[in-house]
């Protein structure tokens, strides 16, 4: 059983987006973060001030732990953002402006 | 002259109901959600794209939600209510004496501004979950109960394959069962409270005989997957280098204490951790409503003491999604009465008022058995993040109140940067607090979610419309 099986999904058709370059395949509707998750990816930045890996804490938008950088613009929950074709995705280092 | 208006702010249980209940008493309502589809967290949908056939697979009292939707489809066909998704509110205000002006964020990128303005609001913004710390706390792959919930119910997966679900609180058992249902192996559930004290609580319990129900269910579902119990257990740290590995958990003793000889390390690559949850106060307290403690304040008619505000279900005290839907429907009803210049009878809801009471009562025989360890702060190392945002450690914390005289969360913060960073506290307030040792009191932020500078100095502007 999966999570797809068990609510008996027919997603529309996959598409493609990238991670630092990386093709990954995303579903329609789904969440940055959901579709990391997919592709086994649970942490995609470091922190400001130790480098500590981080990723998805509280889901919901709250806690601002799973910060990304969409499209060239940082600091964006992944918890919250849907995925378009062809988004680019970047992990993300300390403020995510230190580029 | 137009029709009365109201805001209603949050698109969940409470927001629902009463939204149905003023819509159906003709007033003009528009319902304003962060969400691209209503339903709140109790009932998050799946992104249509995903084109889930059996979503209530992952769902509870999905026949109540059938009723929701529908209803509220009717009305916005009808088009008397006006429902705004992906609408992010960060304050609301008083403009004159009686009209309320709600202001939110939209767009892609959450940089668009948009203002709807009412006669009256109704804040249902819920709560979301407070999680204490612990070494190993901050490691990708622990995440919040509710969290992974969350994500299973609206992005259908889940964060990896072997899952430890711990803590304490009523919300461990539906994830549990809905992580082990979505096809993970949950290695435990590990609670430091034990459901049996319920059974001395008798009273609280014969008022709700569903409560008693459902948590058989639990039970149940459970012993079918194999999912080994540890009651009276907490998890003293989780283990990993660039993610988590394994959890270390203890039996806890009578007074709390952890018991050194118990410790077991059980492997895994999720642990969803939860410890109560947390009422969303920021729209009321900058709106100067008064809020007790950590929930709203609200009268027998759910208004806060903020003329033209009400305030129903989590944001007023946590008890689930059947107390919210009551609280609503109460709110709608008299909201309904006092704009159109009458006072309320509170016979017309009775039944609802008896749900609520029940269930307040309910609730508060659940926070007292399902309170976090006694002492559980004495297992947080010096070493160990406290403060997610701003990588305080628990030392800090612990040195400006030995050293530096700190004794409120305020000072604290001040002194260590604890409830600075992103999330200005709301996670880490009751973990800085418990090891601080002070009283936990709501957050008081000025917005609800940070706020493009260009969208702030550009609010108000707009001339009134609606």
Known sequence: MNPLDLVRAEPGPAFTVTLDGREVEALPGQTVAAALWTAGVTSWRTTRGEGRPRGIFCGIGVCFDCLVTVNDRPNQRACLVPLRPGDAIRTQEGTGHDE | ?466
Not at chain 2, 106 to 111: D, I, N, R, V
Not at chain 2, 146 to 174: H, S
Not at chain 2, 291 to 312: F, L, S
């Open chain 2, 1 to 466: 002259m137009s029709e009365p208006s109201l805001a209603v702010i949050g698109a969940g249980p409470a927001g629902l109901a009463a939204t149905l209940a003023a819509a159906a008493r003709g007033i003009r309502v528009t319902l304003i959600d962060s969400a691209p589809e209503a339903g709140g967290q109790f009932y998050r949908q799946p992104a249509p794209g995903l084109g889930a056939r059996r979503p209530q697979a992952l769902h509870h009292q999905w026949r109540t939600w059938e009723r929701l939707r529908d209803r509220l489809r009717t009305h916005v066909r009808a088009g008397t209510v006006r429902h705004l998704t992906d609408h992010h509110v960060w304050f609301v205000e008083r403009r004159g004496a009686a009209r309320l002006t709600v202001h939110a964020l939209t767009g892609p990128e959450q940089a668009e501004a948009a203002e709807v303005h009412a006669d009256a609001v109704l804040l249902a913004t819920g709560g979301y979950e407070k999680v204490l710390p612990f070494p190993g706390w901050t490691l990708p792959g622990v995440v919040t109960a509710g969290g992974a919930q969350a994500m299973l119910k609206g992005g259908l997966v889940l964060p990896g394959r072997t899952a430890v679900v711990a803590g304490t609180g009523p919300l461990l058992l539906p994830v549990a069962t809905g992580l082990a249902a979505a096809g993970a192996t949950v290695a435990a559930l590990v609670d430091s409270a034990d459901p049996a004290a319920f059974v001395r609580r008798s009273r609280a319990l014969a008022a709700r005989p569903d409560k008693v129900v459902e948590g058989a269910g639990y039970a149940g579902r459970l012993l079918r997957h194999r999912v080994r119990t540890f009651l009276h257990h907490t998890v003293v740290a989780a283990h990993g280098a660039e993610r988590l590995e394994a959890v270390t958990v203890a039996a806890l003793d009578r007074n709390g204490r952890v018991r050194p000889d118990t410790r077991r390390r059980l492997d895994c690559d999720t642990l969803a951790v939860g410890h109560g949850m947390l009422p969303h106060t920021d729209l009321a307290d900058a709106l100067g409503c008064r809020v007790d403690g950590t929930a709203v304040h609200v009268d027998d008619e759910q208004r806060t003491d903020v003329p033209g505000v009400w305030a129903a279900g989590e944001t007023t005290g946590i008890g689930g999604s059947a107390l919210s839907l009551a609280e609503g429907h109460i709110a709608g009803r008299s909201i309904a009465a006092r704009l159109a210049g009458r006072t309320p009878d509170p016979a017309s809801w009775a039944a609802a008022a008896r749900t609520r009471e029940r269930l307040r009562a309910f609730f508060a025989a659940v926070d007292s058995v399902y309170a976090p360890p006694a002492h559980w702060a004495e297992q947080v190392t010096d070493e160990t993040v406290v403060c997610r945002c701003e990588e305080v450690p628990a030392g800090a914390v612990r040195e400006a109140v030995r050293e530096l005289g700190a004794g409120d969360l305020r000072t604290v913060k001040l002194l260590t940067r604890a409830g600075m960073g992103w999330c200005q506290g709301r996670v880490c307030g009751p973990g800085v607090a418990g090891i601080a040792g002070c009283e936990q009191s709501a957050g008081r932020r000025p917005f609800a979610r940070p706020v493009p500078l260009g969208v702030l100095a550009r609010a108000g502007e707009s001339e009134e419309s609606a």
